[in-house]
């Protein structure tokens, strides 16, 4: 895997009513692999809103962290059957968030990483969706970019 790659970011949320919203981000990021993590971080602009946000992706077999800071800041851990709640601080205020990921599944080999999250969202300790992150780092000369 090269340092610079193309990060393909795809969420899905199911939400009670049955309503789907997905939300998809491709950009360019920087990788690099450290003590058996893969690490890859990337800027991101809000619409409408002055400033960036700076996000790092730690990938492990044990799972997987994602830390912004920014207009928006946040540590989120996902560990498959456990529960973990962290502080969302946005612009609009402040939320409490619970992850409870039932499922984490990595893929890499030596141009590519491939990693899919499905987890419960509670926000301020009530069930609000249950969602699914599709994430696919890809080396940026190893040509054939697919989006998922």
Same mark, same amino acid.
């Given at each position: 895997?090269?340092? /610079?790659?193309?990060?393909?970011?795809?969420?899905?949320?199911?939400?009670?009513?049955?309503?789907? #919203? !997905? %939300?998809?981000? %491709?950009?360019?990021?920087?990788?690099?692999?450290?003590?058996?993590?893969?690490?890859?971080?990337?800027?991101?602009?809000?619409?409408?809103? =002055?400033?960036?946000?700076?996000?790092?992706?730690?990938?492990?077999? #044990?799972?997987?962290?994602?830390?912004?800071?920014?207009?928006?800041?946040?540590?989120? %851990?996902?560990?498959?059957?456990?529960?973990?709640?962290?502080?969302? !601080?946005?612009?609009?205020?402040? +939320?409490?968030?619970?992850?409870?990921?039932?499922?984490? #599944? %990595?893929?890499? =080999? !030596?141009?590519?990483? /491939?990693?899919?999250?499905?987890?419960? +969202? =509670?926000?301020?300790?009530?069930?609000?969706? =249950?969602?699914?992150?599709?994430?696919?780092?890809?080396?940026? #000369?190893?040509?054939?970019?697919? +989006?998922?």
């Amino acid at each position: 895997m090269t340092e /610079d790659v193309l990060v393909s970011i795809k969420g899905m949320q199911v939400l009670e009513m049955n309503n789907e #919203d !997905e %939300v998809e981000v %491709v950009t360019s990021g920087k990788y690099f692999h450290k003590n058996g993590k893969h690490y890859i971080s990337y800027e991101e602009v809000m619409e409408g809103m =002055d400033g960036t946000i700076q996000n790092l992706i730690k990938v492990g077999a #044990d799972g997987m962290e994602v830390t912004k800071r920014g207009l928006t800041n946040v540590h989120m %851990v996902f560990e498959k059957d456990k529960k973990n709640i962290t502080y969302y !601080e946005t612009p609009f205020g402040n +939320l409490m968030v619970g992850i409870a990921a039932t499922n984490i #599944d %990595v893929k890499n =080999d !030596e141009t590519n990483i /491939d990693v899919t999250v499905n987890y419960a +969202l =509670d926000v301020n300790y009530e069930h609000l969706a =249950d969602c699914t992150i599709n994430m696919s780092i890809q080396s940026k #000369d190893g040509g054939g970019f697919r +989006l998922s």
